[in-house]
């Protein structure tokens, strides 16, 4: 489940992210960028779990069939592509990458925070904390401290602590929370690390003009900013003055302000946000194929088939039917990453429909597995109940409240290409 999760929730990021930050990222509306941008992040996350009721519009159908996870195939050689092993391989890699991002911010901060415990700090008028370095380094603010050195604090203390005041004000180190913990989860999506390069950008883009409201002369600050651009900070969780969107700020203070009107470009999202909800949240569409398939699992009738229900003593109309925990989805997905292609099969280039029939019990586990529909190969069939047989215990079936058994019917597909 992780995969699909992490897939879909990129991908919605990309998508949103690509369709309205380049409409606004050349205006002065500071305030609103920030809340967009971070609005993207947070939903993107979310939209995964979002339930939502498919439609029937063709583009949105296709787009949403290209992020579902594919069926065990095999390519033209006849070599098996495993979706397992491969599936397994990406989530071993995505871990590792997780616990390395996370890894390097806790060893980050808590080197950060050793090393500000060793300097002197003073109170500054609005409840921080100045904390200052013995050596050259360039100014930041970590949460409610502003570090700086003490050759800036003796020269530079007007501008630094009005610019990192500001910073602390305006509450950029929870963005900035938010932001690392995105980067931790998505560390593989470039657009995780393109969205942190903009936001703090518009921090300082935000900041600059907050200071220069209060009254400062943007001339003697942009030289001060000039002069103090130096170095790059390896810490998440700070903000400090720094050479990387220097000429972009300067540009930006220079700037007319930007028309109100322009602010209904962001309507835009609302549109893209309802398009990443369609297409990467969870849809009944699943649940509607298994239905279907159930269905006509029930409408098959074979002696053979006949022979092996009568054995079989369980309910076939409950009022509460059994589920997969998960739903529908998570139980095709489960049959998909457990079914291995037989090895005999693939060399045949057997393949086939099978529809396995079996009985949920009061307890929910799975029990009397059989074959409603055979795929023609013995091997196949053998393959598909044995899947069915390594199911975890479902959720069981009640009438008028209490857990009954009953008859379930699931189609599994194998197939070459």
């Known amino acids: 489940m992780i995969l699909p999760y992490i897939i879909k929730s990129a991908m919605a990021l990309a998508l949103l992210y690509t369709c309205t930050m380049p409409l606004l990222e050349k205006e002065t509306f500071h305030r609103l960028n ?4 971070l609005g993207c992040l947070i939903l993107s996350f979310f939209v995964p779990f979002i339930h939502f009721t498919g439609g029937t519009n063709p583009t949105v159908n296709m787009l949403r069939q290209a992020v579902q996870l594919p069926e065990i195939m095999i390519d033209g050689n006849g070599s098996e ?25 806790v060893v980050q901060t808590a080197s950060l925070i050793l090393r500000l415990r060793k300097c002197e700090q003073i109170a500054d008028n609005r409840g921080n904390t100045i904390v200052l370095t013995d050596y050259t380094i360039s100014p930041f603010c970590f949460f409610h401290y502003i570090v700086m050195s003490r050759d800036d604090y003796a020269n530079n203390r007007g501008f630094i602590l009005t610019h990192e005041q500001e910073h602390i004000r305006l509450r950029h180190y929870i963005d900035l929370i938010i932001l690392q913990v995105a980067t931790i989860i998505q560390w593989f999506n470039p657009f995780v690390w393109l969205i942190g390069k903009n936001l703090k950008a518009i921090h300082e883009f935000e900041v600059d003009e907050a200071v220069l409201n209060k009254g400062i002369d943007a001339t003697q600050y942009q030289q001060f900013l000039v002069i103090k651009a130096v170095g790059n900070r390896l810490q998440p969780f700070a903000n400090n003055l720094n050479k990387e969107s220097l000429k972009r700020r300067i540009i930006m203070m220079n700037q007319k302000k930007s028309n109100r009107w322009m602010m209904l470009k962001a309507l835009f999202v609302i549109p893209v946000a309802t398009l990443a909800v369609s297409v990467f949240a969870n849809t009944s569409d699943m649940s509607s194929m298994a239905k279907a398939a159930n269905t006509t699992a029930n409408s098959i009738s074979t002696n053979n088939m006949q022979t092996k229900q009568s054995d079989i003593k ?16 998570a139980m095709m997905e489960f049959l998909m990453m457990n079914m291995k292609y037989p090895e005999s099969a693939i060399k045949a280039k057997q393949q086939g429909k099978a529809v396995v029939g079996f009985v949920v019990k009061k ?15 013995d091997v196949l069939d053998n393959e598909a109940m044995r899947v069915v ?3 975890p215990a ?11 058994d009953v008859k379930y019917f699931v189609p599994i597909t194998f197939r070459q290409k």
């Open 34 to 37: 920030r809340i967009i941008i």
């Open 81 to 105: 592509q495993s979706i397992w092993n491969l599936a397994d391989i990406m989530i071993c890699i995505y871990i590792i990458g997780v616990v390395a991002i996370f890894t390097m911010t």
């Open 314 to 329: 369980s309910s076939d109309k409950v009022e509460v039917m059994p589920e997969f925990k998960g739903g529908n989805k």
């Open 363 to 377: 307890d929910g586990t799975v029990s009397d597995v059989y074959i409603v529909k055979s795929t023609g190969y």
């Open 389 to 391: 047989k390594s199911m």
């Open 394 to 404: 479902w959720e069981p079936g009640k009438q008028k409240g209490k857990p009954v």
